[in-house]
């Protein structure tokens, strides 16, 4: 197992399209988390999955943004009619069910909104 | 709600030298996590170390040591033989014992290390 993919690296849109990301997190791992990332700032919670449920989202997730995971498997983050302020980093990561563990991150997708 | 503390946004450190990262964070939770995460420049964050709040042994890997302070909420990390390799942004990170807890971070700490 290579970790957590995202793809892509790096998306540049125009204000108003839709975007979409996905994540693959590492394959035993039942939880997975998205998170967004602006310059200079911590990683902010947007929602999580345990398996196929959807158990969690921050008032950060405008009714703009979707997150699905299919299967308890991928998970995909899209971002409808994108925004100037949506640009930042989104990342993905997942992990063991269990307080104890810490998160396995990926690389993240850098989303530019022109 | 939980929330945590960086107030120093950089930091540079001499090669082979020692540093410390401060973080204070709030909670009304008596058990609790806490992480320090690094974050080099275009790649992905990595776990540095770990700590339970019911422990009070402070945790240690390798050349990173903890400095937990429970009563005051303070868990700071320290780097020892910096590394050319340490300079990123280390975030500390807190989570709830509750079953659908997540990390919480602060801001984050730029490290530079100077030759």
């Known amino acids: 197992d290579t970790g957590v993919s995202q793809d892509p690296r790096h998306k540049i849109t125009k204000r108003g399209q839709n975007v979409t990301f996905r994540c693959d997190p590492i394959?035993?791992?039942?939880?997975l988390y998205w998170y967004r990332q602006t310059l200079g700032q911590g990683p902010e919670f947007l929602t999580y999955?345990?398996?196929?449920?959807?158990?969690?989202k921050s008032r950060l997730l405008s009714d703009r943004f979707s997150a699905e995971r299919p299967k308890g498997s991928f998970s995909t983050l899209e971002i409808q009619r994108t925004e100037q302020g949506d640009s930042a980093m989104y990342l993905c990561?997942?992990?063991?069910?269990?307080?104890?563990?810490?998160?396995?991150f990926g690389s993240g997708t850098r989303l530019t909104v022109v | 709600a939980q929330t945590v503390t960086q107030s120093q946004p950089e930091m540079s450190v001499q090669e082979a030298e020692t540093v410390t990262l401060s973080c204070t964070y709030d909670?009304?939770?008596?058990?609790?996590?806490l992480f320090w995460y690094k974050q080099p420049p275009s790649r992905q964050m990595i776990l540095v170390i770990r700590?339970?709040?019911?422990?009070?042994q402070n945790a240690t890997e390798n050349r990173f040591s903890v400095n937990f302070q429970k009563a005051a909420k303070s868990f700071s990390l320290k780097i020892s033989d910096s590394q050319l390799g340490d300079a990123a942004m280390y975030f500390c990170?807190?989570?709830?014992?509750?079953?659908?807890?997540?990390?919480?971070f602060g801001k984050g700490i730029t490290l530079s290390v100077r030759p």
């Open positions: 990561a997942s992990s063991l069910q269990g307080i104890g563990y810490g998160y396995t």
């Open positions: 394959s035993e791992h039942n939880r």
């Open positions: 999955f345990q398996n196929e449920a959807q158990l969690e």
């Open positions: 909670t009304s939770e008596s058990d609790y996590y």
């Open positions: 700590q339970e709040a019911y422990k009070q």
């Open positions: 990170a807190y989570r709830s014992t509750g079953a659908n807890s997540k990390l919480t």
